[in-house]
Protein backbone atom coordinates (compact mmCIF):
# COMPACT_ATOMS: atom_id res chain seq x y z
CA UNK A 1 0.00 0.00 0.00
CA UNK A 2 1.51 3.28 -1.30
CA UNK A 3 1.69 5.71 1.83
CA UNK A 4 2.99 9.28 2.17
CA UNK A 5 4.22 10.33 5.34
CA UNK A 6 5.02 14.34 5.95
CA UNK A 7 6.78 16.11 8.41
CA UNK A 8 8.27 19.57 9.73
CA UNK A 9 5.19 21.07 10.40
CA UNK A 10 5.53 23.33 13.14
CA UNK A 11 4.39 26.76 15.26
CA UNK A 12 6.61 29.68 14.20
CA UNK A 13 6.39 33.30 14.32
CA UNK A 14 6.64 35.36 11.39
CA UNK A 15 9.38 35.85 9.18
CA UNK A 16 10.62 32.08 10.12
CA UNK A 17 11.17 29.11 8.43
CA UNK A 18 10.31 25.71 8.03
CA UNK A 19 10.98 22.83 5.63
CA UNK A 20 8.45 20.66 5.33
CA UNK A 21 9.27 16.84 3.95
CA UNK A 22 7.36 14.00 2.60
CA UNK A 23 8.64 10.63 1.80
CA UNK A 24 6.67 7.74 -0.34
CA UNK A 25 6.91 4.23 1.00
CA UNK A 26 5.56 0.91 -0.16
CA UNK A 27 6.27 1.52 -4.16
CA UNK A 28 8.78 1.53 -6.65
CA UNK A 29 6.95 4.12 -8.64
CA UNK A 30 8.53 6.77 -9.53
CA UNK A 31 5.93 10.18 -9.34
CA UNK A 32 5.62 12.15 -12.15
CA UNK A 33 4.65 14.93 -10.22
CA UNK A 34 4.88 15.58 -6.50
CA UNK A 35 3.60 18.47 -4.45
CA UNK A 36 1.96 20.56 -1.47
CA UNK A 37 -1.71 21.62 -1.26
CA UNK A 38 -2.85 23.40 1.95
CA UNK A 39 -6.09 23.99 3.62
CA UNK A 40 -6.50 26.97 6.53
CA UNK A 41 -10.00 26.36 8.46
CA UNK A 42 -13.08 27.15 7.16
CA UNK A 43 -11.10 27.47 3.21
CA UNK A 44 -11.05 24.97 0.61
CA UNK A 45 -7.61 23.34 -0.15
CA UNK A 46 -5.12 24.80 -2.43
CA UNK A 47 -2.10 24.28 -4.66
CA UNK A 48 0.95 25.73 -2.85
CA UNK A 49 3.45 23.97 -5.27
CA UNK A 50 4.19 21.19 -7.40
CA UNK A 51 7.18 19.74 -9.06
CA UNK A 52 7.11 17.79 -12.37
CA UNK A 53 11.02 16.78 -13.21
CA UNK A 54 12.40 20.24 -13.50
CA UNK A 55 9.33 22.00 -14.02
CA UNK A 56 7.84 23.83 -11.12
CA UNK A 57 4.81 25.63 -10.49
CA UNK A 58 3.97 27.96 -7.11
CA UNK A 59 0.79 29.67 -6.01
CA UNK A 60 1.15 33.37 -6.14
CA UNK A 61 1.03 34.00 -2.80
CA UNK A 62 3.89 31.96 -2.12
CA UNK A 63 6.28 33.11 -5.24
CA UNK A 64 9.33 34.14 -3.89
CA UNK A 65 9.10 32.58 -0.45
CA UNK A 66 8.45 28.87 -0.93
CA UNK A 67 10.89 26.46 -2.50
CA UNK A 68 9.87 22.68 -3.56
CA UNK A 69 12.39 20.12 -4.53
CA UNK A 70 12.04 16.79 -4.62
CA UNK A 71 15.09 13.26 -4.19
CA UNK A 72 13.83 10.89 -6.54
CA UNK A 73 16.34 8.94 -5.14
CA UNK A 74 14.31 8.64 -1.79
CA UNK A 75 10.68 9.02 -3.72
CA UNK A 76 10.60 12.47 -1.43
CA UNK A 77 9.34 15.37 -2.03
CA UNK A 78 10.48 18.94 0.45
CA UNK A 79 9.23 22.26 0.50
CA UNK A 80 10.85 24.94 2.28
CA UNK A 81 9.06 27.49 3.31
CA UNK A 82 11.01 31.56 4.35
CA UNK A 83 8.83 34.85 5.45
CA UNK A 84 6.51 32.92 6.73
CA UNK A 85 3.20 34.70 7.33
CA UNK A 86 0.04 34.42 9.27
CA UNK A 87 -1.72 33.90 6.59
CA UNK A 88 0.52 30.74 5.42
CA UNK A 89 -1.34 29.25 8.51
CA UNK A 90 -2.50 25.84 7.37
CA UNK A 91 -2.22 22.03 6.93
CA UNK A 92 -0.42 21.11 3.99
CA UNK A 93 -0.62 17.85 2.54
CA UNK A 94 1.93 16.20 0.40
CA UNK A 95 0.50 14.70 -2.79
CA UNK A 96 1.90 12.37 -5.61
CA UNK A 97 0.58 11.89 -8.87
CA UNK A 98 1.53 9.02 -11.33
CA UNK A 99 -1.64 7.89 -12.86
CA UNK A 100 -3.89 8.27 -9.59
CA UNK A 101 -3.36 10.67 -6.70
CA UNK A 102 -2.35 9.79 -3.30
CA UNK A 103 -2.33 12.42 -0.53
CA UNK A 104 -0.98 12.19 2.92
CA UNK A 105 -1.92 12.44 6.41
CA UNK A 106 -1.09 16.51 6.47
CA UNK A 107 0.88 18.72 8.67
CA UNK A 108 0.26 21.73 10.83
CA UNK A 109 1.74 24.84 9.89
CA UNK A 110 0.85 27.52 11.93
CA UNK A 111 2.43 30.99 12.05
CA UNK A 112 1.48 33.08 15.28
CA UNK A 113 2.84 36.56 16.37
Known amino acids: QVQLVESGGDLVQPGGSLRLSCAASGTTINFATMGWYRQAPGKQRVLVAR??????DYADSVKGRFTISRDNAKNAVYLQMNNLKPDDTAVYYC????????WGQGTQVTVFS
Open 95 to 102: YAQHINVV
Open 51 to 56: INGRFT
